[in-house]
């Protein structure tokens, strides 16, 4: 018996089968020929909205003192800054992605910047998200947001789902659910860069600084390795600026303008991922079940709202048509999904749950996922949630 909290979806994730999925071309058939094209035009007009909005944002840090006093206000700062500042990751992941310009060295040199600012390895990410798009929602090759399985077997499945089903019951869901929002929204993001943590059991623990042992190099073949290294170059540098500001002007204003807004930036980034591909009622695929077209429709479109998708240049409430076909830049993505959500009605998926909501039902029930065995197949999995009342 399925043990299920419904989300927003009401299980409609669930019944897809697959009959119901299209084909790459039946997608292609439905979206006109230019929303697949990028323009470099554009693609810096878009660059160069998030500079003079994050221009404007640190210009009012600025103007606030450097006090214990004010670190309410900072803390605010750092929250809108962090948020505005999100649209610079969203461009560079454009860049990873070859949605950003046809002109390749300066979409590769513009996502490099913009990624290392951030403290991202941007050769190192291109290369462990690019598997991310490929193998969507699978249980043993999917690289972020694997879930662990209920009576798992070690070898294509990430095992632990029993002993932490019995801990969010041990601890109530209030608790396992503040917990995991905690885990997932501070410590999520620099844990999947250096050990891998969420990333299918087939890669080990990846390390994106260190390509090589005692990290395993499974994400890392052939001419990444290199691309790696080059990845951390970027990165030294960006360190490098920042103990130089503080030698210069000290800790305190190091964490007020960058290091506080950038913890806001990391957490934006885990919510969308985490809420992009996870969800009560949307199942996990084994690999005799998965399928890549199967895997991107079971990703998941959300209400963002104005502001956030201004900013932010709509990765949440376009995110089914950027995994069918990631060099869709994301303005012309916004307007594909009209298109596909008309076309594909019984596939598309958008849950209209409040974000906050969404958030808590996920960071709650959500807690590892069991087999469902159709005929002599594990061909997908379900989430077993906890439901002890404390």
């Not at 950003?100 to 913009?114: D, M, Q, R, V």
């Not at 801990?167 to 999520?188: D, E, M, P």
């Not at 691309?227 to 600026?241: F, N, Q």
Request: proline residues 5%; hydrophobic residues 40%; contains cysteine.
């Amino acid at each position: 018996m399925r043990n299920i909290k419904f989300s927003g979806l009401k299980g409609k994730a669930l019944a897809i089968e697959d009959k119901d999925i299209p084909s790459i071309k039946e997608f292609k058939d439905v979206i006109p020929e230019d929303y697949f094209k990028c323009d470099t035009k554009t693609s810096l007009g878009y660059l160069l909205q998030s500079v003079l909005i994050q221009f404007l944002v640190v210009a009012i840090g600025l103007s606030i003192p450097f006090t214990p006093k004010m670190i309410p206000i900072w803390i605010i700062y750092s929250l809108l800054s962090g948020t505005t500042a999100m649209g610079f990751w969203v461009i560079a992941h454009e860049c990873g992605h070859g949605a950003f310009s046809k002109n390749k060295t300066l979409e590769t040199i513009t996502g490099y910047l913009l990624h290392s600012l951030l403290l991202v390895p941007y050769f190192s990410w291109q290369r462990s998200h690019s598997v991310h798009h490929r193998f969507t929602n699978n249980v043993t090759n999917g690289e972020t947001h694997v879930p662990l399985v209920i009576e798992g077997n070690g070898v294509t499945e990430k095992v632990g789902g029993e002993k932490e089903l019995h801990f969010s019951n041990s601890i109530g869901r209030k608790s396992y659910g503040i917990l995991q929002l905690v885990l997932h929204l501070i410590f999520g993001w620099p844990a999947y860069l250096l050990t891998g943590s969420t990333g299918g059991i087939k890669y080990g623990t990846s390390n994106h600084f260190w390509p090589t042992k005692p990290f395993s190099n499974a994400l890392w073949p052939s001419i990444w390795t290199k691309k790696v290294w080059i990845s951390d170059i970027g990165v030294g540098l960006t360190l490098l600026g920042i103990f130089f500001f503080i030698f210069k002007y000290g800790l305190f204003p190091v964490i007020a303008i960058y290091i506080g807004p950038l913890l806001v930036v990391n957490s934006w980034l885990v919510i969308y991922t985490w809420l992009h591909h996870t969800d009560s009622d949307v199942p996990h695929l084994s690999n005799t079940g998965f399928s890549f077209m199967k895997g991107a429709f079971l990703s998941i479109d959300r209400p963002y709202g104005k502001i956030l998708n201004f900013l932010h240049h709509n990765i949440g409430s376009s995110h089914v048509v950027h995994h069918v076909c990631p060099t869709i830049p994301h303005y012309h993505a916004k307007k594909a999904t009209v298109l596909i959500k008309r076309a594909f009605k019984k596939v598309y998926l958008f849950n209209p749950d409040p974000i906050p909501k969404a958030l808590w039902n996920i960071a709650c029930n959500c807690v590892a996922v069991k087999s469902e065995i159709k005929g002599k197949k594990r061909e997908r999995y379900i989430w077993q949630a906890s439901y002890n009342k404390r």
